[in-house]
C-alpha cells in the first residue's frame, strides 16, 4: 500500500537519538548478576578482636565398657590437651571513583547521583567476593586452616580438616550422601544441609530426585488440600533422621576427579560457622584531589569453623 503523499511521520521527526521526541527511559535499572550469597547471610556474625582470629576445641576420650573393681586405688586418666586453631582476616574492598560532572548529571535510574550508586554496588561485590572465598579451592587443607601471605586471605572450609568423601562413581548419588552422613553422624555431628553448585544440583534433581531417577530419595509433598503455605523449600531426609535443606550457591566451584582441589558438594552444619568482623562493612570517603569523588568500600573478617568435622565435601564428580 503506498505511503500518502507529503505524510509528516515519525521518521521524519526521527526515532532515534536525534528525535525530537521526548525520550522514553523509565526509572528503573537491573543489575545484571547475581546478589544472593547463602553462605554470607546465614552464617553467624561474629567480632574479631585481631588479625589472628584464634579458637579451641577438644575432644572426649573414647568410651569404654569395662567396669571397675570394688576398692580400686584411685588411677589417674592420660589427657590431651585442647587445639588452637586459627583463620587470618581478609580485606575484601572496592574502591569508587567518579567525576563530579558527572554527578551532576541526571543518570536513568532509582539513583539521581552516579556515585551513591557505584557506592551501593561495592557492598554487593565484596560480600560475593567473600562468598566465593568461603568455597575457594585454593586454601591449602591444614589443622589449623590459616593461610596468610603478603596479601592476607582467609583460609575457606577446604582449609580445614574437615571431612572429605571421594564419589564412588562420577556423578551425584544418594549412596555418596548417605555414606558421608552416616560417617558424620558418627563423629556426633547434627548436619542440616546440602550445598550444590548450580550444575551439581540440576544433576542431583535429575538423577536422584525427579519421578524418572533410578534411586530416590524421600520427597515430602504438601497437598492443596493441607491448606499450608510452603516458600518451595526442598529438603532431604536420610536414613539416620537427618534432615537437610537442599541449597544452591552459585559461587561453589564444580568439582574435577582430584579429590584435593577441595571442589564438590558440601554437606554442614550452619550452627558451625561464623564469619567473624574485624572490620564491619564500611564506607570511607576519601579526601578531594580533583574534580572528581572517590571512595572506598571496605570488610575485613574471617572464617570460624567452630567444629571443623562439622563440615563435609564430596569429591570426584566429573560427569557434570
Known amino acids: 500500500m503506498p505511503v500518502p503523499a507529503n505524510l509528516f511521520s515519525t521518521f521524519d521527526v526521527g526515532p532515534f537519538s536525534a528525535s525530537a521526541h521526548h525520550e522514553d527511559l523509565i526509572d528503573v535499572q537491573v543489575i545484571l548478576g547475581s546478589t544472593q550469597t547463602p553462605a554470607f547471610a546465614s552464617f553467624r556474625k561474629d567480632r574479631a578482636r585481631d588479625v589472628i582470629h584464634s579458637w579451641t576445641v577438644d575432644a572426649l576420650a573414647a568410651t569404654a565398657t569395662a567396669g571397675t573393681p570394688e576398692g580400686q586405688t584411685f588411677s589417674a586418666q592420660s589427657l590431651t590437651p585442647p587445639v588452637r586453631l586459627t583463620n587470618g582476616t581478609q580485606i ?73 568423601s571421594g564419589a564412588s562413581a562420577s ?49 515430602r509433598n504438601i497437598a492443596a488440600t493441607d491448606n499450608r503455605f510452603q516458600a518451595n523449600i526442598e529438603v532431604m531426609e536420610t536414613p539416620l533422621g537427618q534432615l537437610y535443606a537442599i541449597i544452591t550457591d552459585r559461587f561453589i566451584p564444580t568439582s574435577s576427579a582430584s579429590a584435593t582441589t577441595r571442589a564438590g558438594y558440601h554437606i554442614m552444619d550452619r550452627s558451625m560457622a561464623a ?35 562439622a563440615f563435609g565435601m564430596v569429591t570426584g564428580i566429573t560427569a557434570i
Open 171 to 219: 556423578g551425584i548419588f544418594t549412596a555418596d550422601i548417605i555414606r558421608l552422613s552416616q560417617t558424620m553422624f558418627d563423629n556426633g555431628i547434627e548436619p542440616d544441609s546440602i550445598w550444590f553448585a548450580t550444575p551439581h544440583k540440576v544433576h542431583f534433581f535429575n538423577a536422584v530426585v525427579s519421578t524418572t531417577a533410578t534411586v530416590q530419595v524421600n520427597l
Open 275 to 309: 564469619l567473624a568482623f574485624y572490620r564491619p562493612p564500611q564506607h570511607k570517603p576519601m579526601g578531594k584531589a580533583g574534580d572528581y569523588t572517590e571512595g572506598l568500600v571496605l570488610m575485613e573478617l574471617t572464617l570460624r569453623l567452630d567444629h571443623p568435622s
Open 92 to 164: 575484601f574492598d572496592w574502591g569508587v571513583r567518579v567525576s563530579d560532572r558527572e554527578r551532576d548529571a541526571n543518570p536513568a535510574g532509582p539513583f539521581r547521583d552516579m556515585y551513591e550508586k557505584q557506592i551501593m554496588m561495592a557492598f554487593k561485590v565484596v560480600t560475593r567476593n567473600c562468598e566465593a572465598r568461603i568455597f575457594s579451592t585454593g586454601s591449602t587443607a591444614s589443622a589449623s586452616g590459616a593461610e596468610l601471605t603478603a596479601a592476607p586471605v582467609m583460609a575457606s572450609i577446604a582449609g580445614f580438616g574437615l571431612t572429605v
